[in-house]
């Protein structure tokens, strides 16, 4: 098994080709900056979706694959950024944590 955790690839995934339901008042301050990101990086985006898929063919050619595999620099950084706020929280927290085993 191989979960791929891609970041923003040129993939037309935000482009012309995308079916959008029309803004909804209610959620413009909650997804309106999402949709207005994903409107403007069409064609932007720095992943090249080639080198991703050859990328992935090479993990599951490997006798022992990750379980996850990040592609992209933004998906590498995002995914750093979250493992060191864990760390951190799990640091901070620990003695609390480790304060509930018998």
Not at 66 to 73: W, Y
């Given at each position: 098994?191989?979960?791929?955790?891609?970041?923003?690839?040129?993939?037309?995934?935000?482009?012309h080709?995308?079916?959008?339901?029309?803004?909804?008042?209610?959620?413009?301050?909650?997804?309106g900056a999402?949709?207005?990101?994903?409107?403007?990086?069409?064609?932007?985006?720095?992943?090249?979706?080639?080198k991703?898929?050859r990328?992935?063919?090479?993990?599951?050619?490997?006798a022992?694959?990750?379980?996850?595999?990040?592609?992209g620099?933004?998906?590498?950084?995002a995914?750093?950024?979250?493992?060191?706020?864990?760390?951190?929280?799990?640091?901070r927290?620990?003695?609390?944590?480790?304060?509930?085993?018998?």
């Amino acid at each position: 098994m191989l979960i791929v955790e891609p970041g923003a690839f040129r993939t037309e995934f935000g482009g012309h080709r995308m079916h959008r339901s029309e803004p909804i008042d209610a959620y413009r301050l909650s997804a309106g900056a999402t949709r207005a990101f994903v409107d403007g990086m069409d064609g932007t985006q720095p992943g090249d979706p080639a080198k991703a898929a050859r990328a992935i063919l090479q993990v599951l050619d490997d006798a022992e694959p990750p379980l996850r595999l990040a592609l992209g620099d933004d998906a590498v950084d995002a995914l750093r950024a979250h493992h060191e706020m864990l760390r951190a929280d799990l640091d901070r927290w620990e003695k609390l944590s480790r304060a509930t085993s018998l």
